[in-house]
């Protein structure tokens, strides 16, 4: 789905984004996706562990590349606090990239978008700690 160059640049997006914001971001991605997008990052989001930060402040960036169908995810600490549409422009961003085929492009400015939003409510602190993985996953 992406080359080991393409894997690398989105893994520094993440840990560029994260410079910025307490919370953790992470992205997975697969071909096929067969059930509702959301439902199926809920359960990657719960297989990853992405739930076990300590404030709650796991975001999960899911794309089915095959089946053109992707979802972003915030846990329990994130969605308590921000308004329903916050991943809107997150995803809006990402899909203008896809359209054009730059899925690595999509991604990236959908992490940095999603780094900026998370900072409004989770600053990044000074003991902060990187408590997931900046890897992609891959569908299993």
Not at 44 to 55: D, N, S, Y
Not at 86 to 106: A, N, P, V
Not at 126 to 139: R, T, V
């Amino acid at each position: 789905m992406l080359t080991a160059q393409e894997q690398t640049l989105v893994a520094q997006a993440i840990s560029a984004a994260e410079k910025n914001t307490s919370g953790e971001l992470r992205v997975h991605m697969e071909k096929v996706c067969t059930q509702d997008p959301v439902q199926r990052a809920i359960a990657v989001f719960e297989k990853l562990g992405m739930h076990q930060t300590a404030a709650r402040n796991g975001v999960l960036i899911y794309v089915a590349t095959e089946s053109a169908q992707l979802a972003i995810i915030g846990d329990k600490g994130i969605n308590e606090l921000v308004p329903e549409n916050f991943w809107d422009s997150t995803r809006d961003l990402m899909i203008t990239h896809f359209k054009t085929g730059q899925i690595t492009e999509g991604l990236c400015a959908a992490i940095a978008e999603a780094g900026k939003q998370l900072a409004k409510y989770f600053p990044y602190e000074d003991n902060d700690q990187n408590e997931l993985s900046n890897e992609i996953s891959f569908g299993w």
